[in-house]
């Protein structure tokens, strides 16, 4: 199993430009978790789906944040528009019913 | 709302003693799962350990064993026989299976010496 995998690894992008950060969830795993990690606040949970249906999207931070989850092997998370505190590392997580989560390797957002 | 504390911002052991990073926990739920992941400085988030609530005994991976008191709410991360490449961050996480989230504390920061 290739596990979680994230795309890209490292974004660096302009203030006001749309970013969009794409995810792989395990095959069979029926959780998928988009968190968010800075200094200042640790690792905070954005949203996350249950069978490709978003349950949760009370941490995601304002109206520019956006995610889907068009079918069970694929979610994106889109920033539109990016802003300079918005640079963080986003990782996506998946699990399957009530185990614990594998995390992808992240993707480093910096935006400037 | 669920809350998970690791009050050690950091903490330093001696290469082969053992380590105890703290966690305490706050639900209302009676059904929950605590988690341990440990996060080195390449970044990526590794799975230690688990315990459910209604586990009987504790929690033991190799050299962690985690250290469960229910009634303290506290699910402390035992590592013992510290090598070099534990340094790293270490998060305590609590799974609600009411909710389905997983909430992660602040992390610690173990230094392991030579």
């Known amino acids: 199993d290739a596990g979680v995998i994230q795309s890209p690894r490292h974004e660096v992008t302009e203030m006001g430009q749309e970013v969009t950060l794409r995810c792989k969830p395990i095959s069979g795993h029926d959780y998928l978790f988009w968190y968010r990690q800075t200094m200042m606040r640790g690792l905070e949970l954005l949203i996350y789906?249950?069978?490709?249906?978003?349950?949760?999207d009370s941490g995601m931070p304002e109206d520019r944040f956006s995610a889907k989850m068009p079918n069970a092997s694929f979610s994106t998370l889109k920033i539109q528009p990016s802003e300079p505190r918005d640079s963080a590392v986003y990782f996506c997580?998946?699990?399957?019913?009530?185990?614990?989560?594998?995390f992808g390797s992240g993707t480093r957002l910096t935006v400037v | 709302a669920q809350k998970i504390t690791q009050t050690q911002p950091g903490m330093f052991v001696q290469e082969k003693e053992a380590v105890t990073l703290d966690c305490t926990y706050d639900t209302s739920d009676p059904s929950y799962g605590l988690f341990w992941y440990k996060q080195p400085s390449s970044g990526e988030m590794i799975f230690l350990i688990y315990?459910?609530?209604?586990?009987?005994q504790n929690a033991t991976e190799g050299r962690y064993s985690l250290n469960f008191q229910k009634a303290r709410k506290s699910a402390n991360l035992v590592i013992s026989a510290s090598q070099l490449g534990d340094s790293a961050m270490y998060f305590c996480?609590?799974?609600?299976?009411?909710?389905?989230?997983?909430?992660f504390g602040a992390g610690t920061r173990l230094t392991v010496k030579p």
């Open positions: 996480a609590m799974r609600e299976y009411n909710n389905n989230d997983m909430r």
């Open positions: 315990q459910g609530s209604y586990d009987q």
């Open positions: 789906f249950n069978n490709n249906v978003p349950i949760d």
């Open positions: 997580a998946s699990s399957f019913l009530g185990a614990g989560y594998t």
